[in-house]
């Protein structure tokens, strides 16, 4: 009965606590260093009586560590085991963690409820100071335009594919973290490769491929089955003794079925062109066909010459010769069409007996 109220308030917690009205509010964010152990501070500096102590990670704001005097703490999956309310003073909700590792950058919101006089906040930003923070990683996420890439990818469907951050180093490098910006979404850390006392250390935060270091701390992450959702800007920030130097790679995903804007412009052009040759071809075997019948026509005319002169008739009466027969027909001529040569000898009419 107990673990079932126990959970009943965890729920509560998570619909009611952003709709918690915040009375006093630290201004300044404080900032702590990424390491083992670290501590976030968030002692209540009034006395009273503590109702519930909350922290949250932004931009989620999702609960990471909750405290009830009542009902105990909660963790989720995540920080279980990892964080630990240290409760050095009634009105302290401070944390520790442990076994920290580079996800664990960013924004943190602390809440203290209090009675009588309300809930007091603090906000503790928490960084790698090895590494300066960058404009865009605090602001919002720069627009593709203004991102200078070094190399681009395209992948089609299904395909394996590994990209990797090499980069020509002037010093000695130390650590470098692989991050990942999909369209329209800020930068979130995927890979860590860092050399440490004990030798090298790789931290794989990637849900949809491996990352792998080398000795020389050049990293790479392999892709198997690509899908849409691979696609973004990726960036490696190498840390080295001469100074923080990125790489940049964008990563083209088409749509299985779809057409890229290069494959569309080629595809455009291959059409035009075929229509070109198309038209071509045609127009040539016109201009064949008419020149050859104008060939023939000549030809002919030169093979007969008389087909070039128009054909004259006239109506010459034939009679027979004087026969038997022939003195039975009177009055009754018969006539050929004979065509008239042009000759100064004129063709002799034969009288009609």
């Known amino acids: 009965m107990e673990a079932v109220q126990r959970d009943h308030w965890y729920f509560m917690v998570l619909i009611f606590l952003p709709f918690l009205k915040v009375a006093v509010q630290q201004k300044d964010a ?70 920290v590792t580079h996800q664990d950058i960013g924004l943190y919101h602390c809440s203290v409820q209090t009675f009588p006089q309300g809930p007091w906040t603090r906000n503790i930003q928490v960084e790698d100071l090895d590494i300066p923070p960058k404009d865009d990683d605090i602001t919002e996420p720069p627009t593709p335009e203004w991102i200078k890439t070094d190399r681009e990818l395209v992948a089609r469907q299904n395909d394996n594919l590994t990209i990797s951050c090499n980069h020509v180093h002037n010093g000695t490098v130390y650590q470098v973290i692989l991050e990942k910006m999909p369209h329209g979404l800020p930068w979130s850390i995927i890979g860590v490769c860092k050399k440490v006392e004990g030798g090298l250390v790789n931290e794989d935060y990637s849900d949809r491929g491996r990352v792998s270091c080398a000795d020389s701390l050049d990293v790479s992450l392999h892709l198997t089955g690509v899908e849409p959702e691979d696609g973004g800007f990726y960036r490696c920030t190498f840390s080295t003794d001469a100074g923080v130097k990125t790489t940049t790679v964008l990563l083209t995903v088409p749509p299985q079925g779809g057409f890229s804007l290069s494959m569309y412009m080629m595809y455009i052009y291959i059409g035009a062109g075929a229509a070109g040759l198309i038209l071509f071809i045609i127009i040539l075997i016109l201009a064949l066909r008419h020149r050859k019948r104008n060939r023939r026509e000549e030809y002919r005319v030169k093979l007969h010459p008389s087909q070039s002169q128009p054909n004259f008739y006239e109506n010459v009466s034939v009679c027979p010769r004087s026969t038997k027969k022939s003195r039975q027909i009177k009055n009754c001529p018969v006539y050929a069409n004979l065509r008239t040569v042009r000759s100064h000898q004129t063709r002799r009419q034969l009288p009609c007996k």
């Not at 670290?38 to 500096?45: E, G, K």
Request: proline content about 9%; aromatic content about 10%; overall charge negative.
């Open 30 to 99: 404080i900032t702590v260093h990424l390491e083992e152990g670290m501590v976030l501070d968030c002692a209540c500096p009034w006395n009273g009586n503590l109702s519930m102590v909350s922290w949250t990670k932004v931009p989620d704001r999702d609960p990471i560590a909750v405290f009830h005097p009542e009902y105990g703490v909660n963790f989720p999956h995540h920080y279980r085991e990892r964080i630990e309310f240290l409760r050095t003073t009634p009105m302290d909700g401070s944390i520790s963690m442990r076994n």
